[in-house]
């Protein structure tokens, strides 16, 4: 009897960026490799969701304990579902890979610029650093859409509108559709997190950095740990 456990996995590309790569295709840039991670986290996503539809994860058995296939549950769907999971995973791994490296690429292209200008002035200098250390691994994944008064968040100094670039060690990066911000909290239940946020001082869109320290907590007589409504950007 064949393992119906094991999906078949077709050869060839396993997603589109795979296919763009290759020979005689232009390298994608950093901001599409970006957006086809959030893609892949897309859609794993929702894989997860139809095999958790059917009671099941990636180790569930489909057999009963007689060795025959279970009667109760759409294996042939599960397999496939399964199989893209896996390929989807090995696309994630590869895509991250490929943006750490443009990232190594991008900071290495700017130092190499600013070590070649030192001899312009010093304010030129300050502006090129401000440029280096504002860009890619500050960019905001997230929003503070509502704080309650009283709130940890309201206490950390976090406001309404506030732009999140980093939550502790959650960035635009990893984020994972703001799951892993979630998990941040539950973690450090309790303890401090540095919240690093961009907010808008007034109507003429000028901003500022701001770093708050943010108590996730329980007994502050509201619901959640935090306080506050965060959604995605």
């Known amino acids: 009897m064949d393992d119906i456990h094991a999906p078949t996995v077709p050869s060839g590309p396993t997603s589109s960026w795979s296919a763009t790569n290759g020979s005689g295709k232009t390298p994608k840039t950093l901001f599409e490799l970006m957006e086809e991670k959030d893609n892949v986290e897309a859609e794993l996503y929702a894989l997860g969701d139809v095999l958790e539809s059917h009671g099941v994860n990636m ?3 489909l057999i ?4 025959y296939p279970r009667d109760d549950i759409d294996i042939a769907q599960i397999r496939t ?11 994630h791994k590869t895509l991250m890979s490929k943006i750490e490296s ?10 190499s610029q600013q070590e ?20 890619l691994p500050d960019t905001p994944f997230a929003k503070i859409n509502s704080v309650t008064p009283n709130s940890p968040a309201d206490r ?4 309404q509108g ?25 973690r450090d239940e309790g303890r401090v997190v540095l ?4 907010r808008t001082m007034d109507g003429l869109g000028n901003s500022e950095d701001v770093e708050v320290r943010l108590v996730p907590r329980r007994d502050w007589g509201g619901r959640g740990l935090l306080g506050c409504h965060i959604i995605p950007v």
Do not use: P
């Open 59 to 61: 180790n569930t058995s």
């Open 64 to 67: 009963t304990f007689d060795g």
């Open 81 to 91: 579902t399964r199989a893209r999971i896996i390929r989807l995973k090995n696309d």
């Open 102 to 111: 443009g990232l190594h690429d991008h900071y290495a292209s700017l130092n």
């Open 116 to 135: 070649s200008q030192q001899t312009a002035s010093t304010s030129r200098l300050g502006n090129q650093r401000t440029t280096a250390t504002s860009t």
């Open 156 to 159: 950390a100094g976090l406001k």
């Open 162 to 186: 506030d732009a999140i670039r980093n939550f502790g060690s959650v960035n635009w990066m990893n984020h994972e559709r703001l799951s892993k911000v979630a998990e941040e909290v539950q």
């Open 195 to 198: 919240v690093k946020v961009w």
